[in-house]
């Protein structure tokens, strides 16, 4: 049942070829030569050296004549939007992901591992500082306060991990994975299989089947659940403690662990890299328990884990919220009506307040979905500049206090409507049962 409690986020591999892009964007950031197709991003493997690098493309340029047929394509849709006010956010877009890209300045590509590393720095300071104070002061008035803070540490500590994964941290590919690792296994997430598994969301996003981080479930496996896992699935809190068990088994209807190197989830090419992340996510486990003996359980349990679960509730709030929860209820995709850029423009940013800043800046989430390469700290001036192409499609987040309170309403309501998708078609919206509310209520 735990398996069934659901999903996750968040390294990333070649995006997929576009169904309906692939004509105009067939180039991608590892391709040398314009006619390679994506499988000359894999690098060639030695029995004798470690591949440390991630695989991250997305289009760069296109061709002139491609450029000509987008024209063509975005006119015909243009045409058939003129006089008809109302938006249809499950249409395709009159704008291309090059378009997107050209309206970003370049200097927004740019990664500073200098920079990148004092992020590390500063988080790594304030989490050891608050674990001294608390230890120091030691009352019942001041643990209550340090676990909101220090689970709001842990998850900044995942977010520049995170960044690792996708190899916006900075270019050196085993710097990457050096402090991916450090990072993730100091919070108990396999730092590797997490990476495998976020690149398959990144490539698959806003696809029913494909998407691996808080995708919908189609009705059929909706009505096949059994109503205690139901309840458990949309209920708070229940669906904010999904995360540890989301690593062991995934989310309903897939198979696999991020812990294991024969799981679903992975290339055969890639083993290496899930014992490896494994084995220090044992060592962390192994560091704990010697630490409980030292300081006593009671002092870890204040310490760490009680903020390990504030980390989790943080992971899987931000991570539903960045695609569920719109006032106007969004499109998932499946068959020939996905692609990569109208996957991608069912996300949505969100405005976190104070928190922004100590999160490294998470909810400027569209530009990120469409271009995870760009580093965290250049996103929200990326997203400006492309709100002018994006129009609609971009969605402006509700202003938050100092505080993202107004948030807990979003997740609350969403878990009330948002709970599965027709088994048929290919542009697709949540569905509501209202048996569930009325059982939840009881």
């Not at 008809?84 to 740019?110: E, M, Q, S, T, Y």
């Not at 490896?276 to 010697?290: H, P, Q, R």
Request: hydrophobic fraction near 35%; charged fraction near 20%.
């Amino acid at each position: 049942m735990a398996s069934l409690l659901l999903s996750d986020c968040c390294g990333v591999r070649p995006l997929p070829v576009l169904s309906r892009m692939s004509k105009r964007y067939p180039q991608s950031v590892c391709s040398i030569a314009p006619k390679k197709s994506l499988l000359s991003c894999q690098p060639i493997s030695s029995p004798f050296r470690r591949n440390w690098g991630l695989n991250v493309s997305t289009p760069l340029k296109v061709t002139q004549f491609e450029e000509e047929e987008e024209s063509k394509e975005v006119k015909e849709i243009e045409s058939k939007s003129e006089g008809n006010d109302d938006f249809d956010p499950g249409l395709p877009p009159p704008f291309g992901l090059a378009d997107i890209r050209a309206a970003i300045p370049k200097h927004c590509w740019v990664k500073n591992p200098w920079r990148s590393m004092s992020y590390v720095v500063r988080d790594l300071a304030i989490v050891f500082g608050l674990a001294a104070v608390a230890m120091h002061l030691n009352n019942w008035i001041v643990w209550p306060l340090y676990w909101l803070a220090q689970g709001t540490m842990f998850w900044a500590l995942f977010v520049l991990g995170h960044d690792c994964g996708h190899g916006s941290f900075s270019n050196d590919a085993k710097l990457n994975s050096v402090v991916g690792h450090l990072l993730h296994s100091s919070i108990l997430v396999p730092y590797h299989g997490w990476r495998i598994s976020h690149r398959t969301h990144h490539q698959n996003h806003g696809h029913v089947e494909k998407d691996e981080s808080w995708h919908p479930l189609p009705e059929k496996l909706f009505r096949s659940l059994d109503n205690a896992t139901r309840k458990l699935r949309f209920t708070l809190p229940f669906p904010m403690l999904a995360f540890p068990f989301y690593l062991l088994s995934r989310s309903p209807g897939k198979s696999g662990s991020h812990f294991h190197p024969s799981s679903d989830l992975f290339q055969p090419n890639e083993k290496k890299d899930i014992i490896t992340s494994t084995t220090c996510w044992l060592a962390m486990v192994g560091i704990l328990g010697a630490l409980s003996f030292v300081m006593g359980p009671i002092n870890i349990l204040k310490l760490y884990l009680i903020p390990y679960w504030g980390f989790v509730m943080w992971l899987d709030l931000v991570t539903y919220l960045h695609h569920h929860g719109h006032d106007d209820k969004l499109p998932w995709y499946r068959g020939k009506e996905w692609s990569y850029l109208r996957g991608g423009l069912t996300t949505l940013d969100r405005d976190y307040g104070w928190i922004n800043n100590i999160h490294h800046d998470i909810g400027t989430h569209v530009i990120h979905h469409l271009f995870p390469q760009i580093p965290h700290y250049h996103l929200i001036e990326a997203t400006e500049a492309a709100k002018p192409v994006l129009g609609k499609y971009y969605r402006e987040p509700e202003k938050s206090g100092p505080f993202p309170l107004h948030l807990f309403g979003v997740l609350a309501r969403s878990l009330k409507r948002d709970h599965y998708v027709s088994d048929t078609g290919d542009v697709l919206y949540y569905q509501t049962d209202p048996k569930l509310n009325k059982s939840s209520q009881n």
